[in-house]
């Protein structure tokens, strides 16, 4: 059974152009959370996905930045026009139930803006 | 402070002394979780408490949970240089999944 596993490891992406950051969940987990780390600083979560379904994006940035966790394939995190502050690792992780379970993370896509 | 903050904010210790990091959250719960990570890698689980057991344990770790001071303390016994890394915990307060709150973590150094 694989774990999370998160696609690229890291990316680099000019100021103004879109980065995609993939999240294969845990098999037989419906359950997607995002998640940002600022260097020297502890996760931040930014979503809840269910299948095809979000359920708190509460700490998303209102603009440029979007989620998405289809029926079939990832869970895509979406930021366009990407500046030097998105610069940071993004997390996802996986649960096998809604609540009160743990999350198991996958390593991370490293995210830099030049 | 906000929640799940750690104290202190890096420990530097011997091989074979005992760490303990500390930490504290404001809101009521339904579980607590220590998670370890590498400099520049992802996040490996350590220990889930919830919010109705005192302690819990799993080889060299020893959680404890005291809900009536909203704390945790994670003790690592006998350490060796491996175990340095940041240690984070993170509650989970039962109310958007299992949508976890990190604090800012414990850099743990080990000395050989």
């Known amino acids: 059974n694989a774990g999370v596993m998160q696609n690229p490891r890291h990316l680099v992406r000019r100021r103004g152009q879109e980065a995609r950051l993939r999240c294969s969940p845990m098999k037989g987990h419906s359950h997607v959370y995002w998640y940002r780390q600022l260097p020297e600083e502890g996760l931040k979560f930014m979503v809840y996905?269910?299948?095809?379904?979000?359920?708190?994006e509460s700490g998303m940035p209102k603009e440029r930045f979007s989620a998405e966790f289809p029926k079939e394939g990832p869970s895509i995190l979406r930021i366009q026009q990407v500046v030097r502050g998105d610069s940071a690792a993004y997390f996802c992780a996986s649960s096998p139930a809604g609540t009160n379970t743990e999350a198991f993370f996958g390593q991370g896509t490293r995210l830099t803006v030049v | 402070s906000q929640q799940g903050e750690e104290d202190p904010q890096a420990l530097s210790i011997q091989e074979g002394e005992n760490a303990t990091m500390n930490c504290s959250y404001k809101t009521s719960i339904n579980n607590l979780q220590w998670y370890r990570q590498n400099s520049g890698r992802g996040l490996v689980h350590l220990i889930l408490i919830r919010s109705n057991e005192r302690e819990k344990h799993s080889g060299r770790l020893r959680v404890t949970l005291d809900t009536s001071k909203k704390s945790s303390s994670l003790l690592i016994t006998a350490s060796r240089a491996a175990d340095t890394a940041s240690y984070f915990c993170a509650t989970d307060e039962g109310t958007s999944g299992s949508r976890l709150t990190f604090g800012e973590g414990t850099q743990l150094t080990v000395n050989p």
């Open positions: 996905l269910q299948k095809e379904n979000i359920i708190d």
